[in-house]
């Protein structure tokens, strides 16, 4: 017999997919070219405008996100090109990369990875530093539990005629966002986080700015590539075709949660989130648990970043809420790996207070099973009390 499966998926993504998408998704396998593959493609575009909430043009690129993140870099960055790099975590330095490989010259604003950015560093940042093209920044540092005031950064970046680039991968859906009112130039997100999709897709929201910076990029526009936005631009957007065959599949399963987003409603959809993140918060602290985002403000929606508590063998607390229990957690990533152990909350299939309770139930469970006593039902009981005025019909 294989591994068992678990009962809960609480990673920080993939996440766990509701039943209706997975339906969705094992419609028959059109021809790309069908006019009903056509249909849902140009729906699916649609509907991911109306997530996004926004006018900008929308791609959809047919790999995970880091897809999305290094077609960004390749396409903006010429030879020489400054580039404000923000790093409060592991997917802001990991960015470094891509400045570098396609020339780019990294200024780095970083900060500890329990910390978020400050906008007024970043004023003063680009006023050190004349001549800067492009600002890239993550909005939510799945990796670190927190996010940045990406809004207030799009502000300043506006301020000095900076072009945006910013990684909401797990951002999108779990805060109201807009591009246009946040000053996204290029917008990357995935379906497998907030929006509980499968995973295999880039999510892009590209600003007529960025558009024209793509045409100017030097020695020329990046076309003919897995890599170019410009591809996608000038054959679906422009001519209502594919640069190459999409991932029919995928495609399927993204239109159907984006369908489940919208008929939510975004606000809602967000503000289901933070309501979950904030009471998965308040049931952790109640265990004597500490946060390890440093300031309860900076905390993400997406999961619930815990602090290994001293003499605490967080390695075994996941292997064993996972093995006897059946329960999924992550580990840190990167750096933080050992540091900190993630309670997941992201997507329509986990963002809700059965869910919430189980998991925090199963940590009790674990905690006392590992030599770390808590006493039962002191989290989930913080927990549901914070959700006092949840309603599944609101
Ligand atoms: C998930 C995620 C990505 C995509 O990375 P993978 O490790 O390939 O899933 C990029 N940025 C952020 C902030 C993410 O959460």
Redesign the pocket.
Known sequence: MGTQWPRLNLA???VEVMPRTLRDAARPVLYHYDPAFLEVFARTSDLLKRVYRTEHDVVIMQG???LG?EAAAACLISPGDKVLNLVSGV?GKWFQDFIERYGGETVELAVPYDEAIDPDEVRRSLSANPGVKFLSV??????SGTHNPVREIGIVAREFGVLTLV?????LGGELLSPEEWGMDVA?A?P??CLGGT?GLSLLAVSPAAWAAMEARRPGPLRGSFLSILDWKHAWLEQGRFPYTPSVTEIYALESALEHAIETGMETFAARHQAIARACQVGVRALGLELWPAREEIAAS?VTAVKTPPGLDEAELRRLMRHRYGVAISPGYGQLMGKLFRLGHMGPAQVHPTTLAAQLAILERALNDVGHPVPFGAGVGAAMAELDGWDDAA
């Open positions: 920080a993504g993939p995970e996100a880091i993140l997917f993550v909005h939510s540092e799945t990796p990684d909401t991968v797990s951002g990357v995935g497998q986080k995973p997406c």
